[in-house]
């Protein structure tokens, strides 16, 4: 009972003098509450979220401690605090992006001043695709723009961005190097590409005429700089494979398959055009009982084709490789980049 009451007592003493380090407050901008800031103690996971009207409380695991706040499209915050304050923070549109130049035709804009509908491509992005189209390896990543194939590894790729109209062509307007041209760029190097830009509303048109009527895709190669020559070299190798694997019938298989398949069906199983030969009759029951399969040797009248139980999704199906290798070399002075 004593050593209980002890226990009791240093419990309730720890409790009194244990000591909450509480930081409440407030995040803004333009004086309006933001809802979903992230703030996080620097150096730990302790952390919370501001509610609809911008409030927080957070509980340090030390004071004095940093806080940051940050939040999407937002640039992030620190501020140092201590127990018990309670702080106001203002958060600052993050406007990096906005300044992006992006080339328009005969113009350049920054992307906060540009009014139509304009697709930026990370090119760094794309490369990280093992695929030696680069109009392939854009599918997905410019909203609005549809890219099919036929599935031949060295095949163009057709590419709508305005949907399918009522005129022949539908194909965009490319530019190469601010020279037009309705060939496509499926020949073109992906390591050779700069930047690459879709537009794809009817104000390319203004620029580029009737040919623009089906969206404009703008691609600028790379060129030297001045300095040293600068040599770059990259690979890879990529293997591709069936993911799962069909499980045929060998010959005898899909020979009491066929036979039974006929049988329900009220033909003789012996009427069939590959050669199949069944012993077969109806036992005390009255139901149909297969004895036996057999095929002939050759299956044609030349003699030049052997029966035999090929697989033949593991004849037309293996692990394919798809390699590439690159090398470039650049310079540029200030007459003239190769």
Do not use: C
């Amino acid at each position: 009972m004593k050593n209980s009451l002890i226990i009791i007592f240093l419990f309730a003493a720890n409790m009194i003098f244990a000591q909450t380090n509480p930081v409440s407050g407030t995040v803004s901008e333009n004086g309006e509450g933001l809802m979903g800031v992230s703030i996080l103690e620097k150096g730990t996971t302790n952390g919370t979220v501001s509610d609809i009207d911008g409030n927080f409380k957070i509980e340090l695991t030390k004071s004095p401690s940093v806080l940051v706040f940050s939040m999407i499209g937002m640039l992030a915050q620190e501020k140092t605090v201590s127990a018990g304050d309670n702080i106001n923070i203002v958060l600052s549109e993050d406007a990096a992006q906005l300044d992006e130049v992006i080339v328009t035709g005969y113009t350049s804009q920054k992307k906060a001043d540009l009014t139509g509908a304009v697709g930026v491509v990370d090119v760094s992005e794309m490369m990280s695709a093992a695929e030696n189209n680069p109009m392939k390896a854009l599918q997905g990543r410019v909203a609005g723009m549809e890219i099919s194939a036929d599935g031949n590894p060295s095949g163009a790729a057709t590419i709508r961005i305005r949907g399918i109209g009522t005129l022949n062509n539908n194909d965009p307007l490319y530019i190469i190097d601010g020279v037009p041209t309705k060939g496509g760029m499926h020949e073109l190097n992906s390591n050779d590409i700069e930047s690459i830009q879709v537009l794809k509303d009817a104000s390319a048109a203004s620029i580029y005429g009737s040919r623009a009527a089906n969206g404009v895709i703008l691609i600028t190669t790379k060129r030297g700089k001045e300095g040293a020559v600068k040599i770059n070299f990259d690979s890879y190798l990529t293997a591709t494979r069936y993911t799962t694997h069909l499980d045929v019938m060998n010959a005898k298989e899909y020979g009491r398959a066929m036979w039974q398949a006929n049988v329900n069906s009220g033909f003789d199983p012996n009427s069939n055009n590959i050669g199949y030969n069944f012993e077969w009759n109806y036992d005390a029951n009255g139901n149909p009982a297969l004895n036996n399969v057999m095929l002939p040797k050759y299956l044609d009248a030349a003699k030049t084709m052997y029966s035999s139980n090929t697989d033949w999704f593991d004849e037309v199906s293996r692990t394919g490789f798809m390699q590439s290798y690159n090398v470039s070399a650049s310079k540029g002075t200030d007459k003239g980049s190769s």
